[in-house]
């Protein structure tokens, strides 16, 4: 598939860095592979025109390429890094947010009425990479050639993005974006699992409370909370907890200890094994810059 006119574009306007197109949708470059990131997914998709990316959420990674896309349908913890990227061929992107608003907006057309139908009790992986189609790759380098044009953006970037939704309902990855717009799906209510784990992140919390949450059985919670996630509760709730105490051991905060409280450790030694398990590196170590 040929990606070099979306390439060119995402170089031409986004030279360094990234470039907002509208609300949702961003192009950007990146000159350099460097070490891992930690970050939130964001309900996402994602392909690159040029370079690749290695992502680990959960106990799973994802790699892709050009020619493949990606897709987050919950906003989870993630350590992601480029390779293939140097300052003279960068990593070339395109990204746009997925509004579950609009998924449920084009699920009430009658045309929706011929997507596949997935089993009701299915729980579909939050997180996935797929081939990329002629008909997305054609409107993500529209989308892309809107960064030329500012003032076309408030009125044909909502177009493009509505269509390019429509056509990743209907593609590979259409039963994660599906779920993404049904309040009741077996997503959505993992979803709500994960909001008050990220809320409450330095709390114990029972499973019994999180299913309760997600209006499932605790057997049926875990199940559908280890598809969507890749990981189970608890894993999830010490990687949140990790990734804030590596945001405050990086912004000066000095003592390990008092951290690693703060985040719901009620051991420093544990947290101090877990956290270089993770990082690589000792809390002190990066306590110290």
């Known amino acids: 598939m040929d990606l070099s006119r979306l390439a060119a574009l995402i170089?031409?306007?986004?030279?360094?860095?990234?470039?907002?197109?509208?609300?949702?949708?961003?192009?950007?470059?990146?000159?350099?592979?460097?070490?891992?990131?930690?970050?939130?997914?964001?309900?996402?998709?994602?392909?690159?025109?040029r370079g690749g990316k290695r992502i680990a959420v959960g106990d799973q990674v994802h790699e892709y390429r050009p020619g493949q896309s990606f897709?987050?349908?919950?906003?989870?913890?993630?350590?992601?890094?480029?390779f293939d990227a140097t300052a003279e061929r960068p990593a070339l992107g395109f990204a746009v947010t997925l509004k579950p608003a609009l998924v449920a907006e084009l699920l009430l057309h009658p045309a929706a009425a011929s997507l596949p139908r997935q089993p009701r009790a299915a729980t579909p992986?939050?997180?996935?990479?797929?081939?990329?189609?002629?008909?997305?790759?054609?409107?993500?380098?529209?989308?892309?050639?809107?960064?030329?044009?500012?003032?076309?953006?408030?009125?044909?970037?909502?177009?493009?993005?509505?269509?390019?939704?429509?056509?990743?309902?209907?593609?590979?990855?259409?039963?994660?974006?599906?779920?993404?717009?049904?309040?009741?799906?077996?997503?959505?209510?993992?979803?709500?699992?994960?909001?008050?784990?990220?809320?409450?992140?330095?709390?114990?919390?029972?499973?019994?409370?999180?299913?309760?949450?997600?209006?499932?059985?605790?057997?049926?919670?875990?199940?559908?909370?280890?598809?969507?996630?890749?990981?189970?509760?608890?894993?999830f709730q010490k990687q949140l907890r990790l990734q804030e105490a590596r945001v405050r051991l990086l912004a000066g905060g000095g003592d390990v200890a008092g951290v690693a409280y703060a985040v719901g450790y009620e051991s420093p030694s544990q947290f101090s094994r877990d956290y270089k398990r993770q990082f690589g590196a000792t809390p002190r170590e990066h306590a110290a810059g």
């Open 11 to 49: 170089a031409r306007h986004a030279p360094s860095g990234q470039t907002r197109i509208g609300d949702s949708a961003v192009i950007s470059s990146v000159g350099r592979e460097g070490p891992p990131e930690f970050s939130m997914t964001g309900t996402v998709f994602v392909l690159l025109a």
């Open 71 to 82: 897709i987050a349908s919950v906003d989870l913890p993630a350590v992601g890094s480029f």
């Open 125 to 235: 992986a939050a997180v996935s990479v797929a081939e990329l189609t002629p008909g997305i790759l054609d409107a993500v380098t529209r989308m892309a050639a809107l960064a030329g044009s500012p003032d076309d953006v408030p009125v044909l970037a909502p177009l493009v993005e509505r269509e390019l939704t429509w056509l990743l309902l209907r593609g590979a990855h259409g039963p994660a974006v599906r779920q993404l717009g049904l309040a009741d799906s077996s997503l959505n209510r993992v979803a709500h699992a994960v909001a008050l784990l990220r809320e409450r992140f330095a709390e114990s919390i029972r499973i019994d409370e999180l299913a309760a949450v997600a209006r499932m059985s605790p057997s049926a919670f875990h199940r559908g909370f280890q598809a969507v996630t890749a990981t189970s509760p608890i894993q």
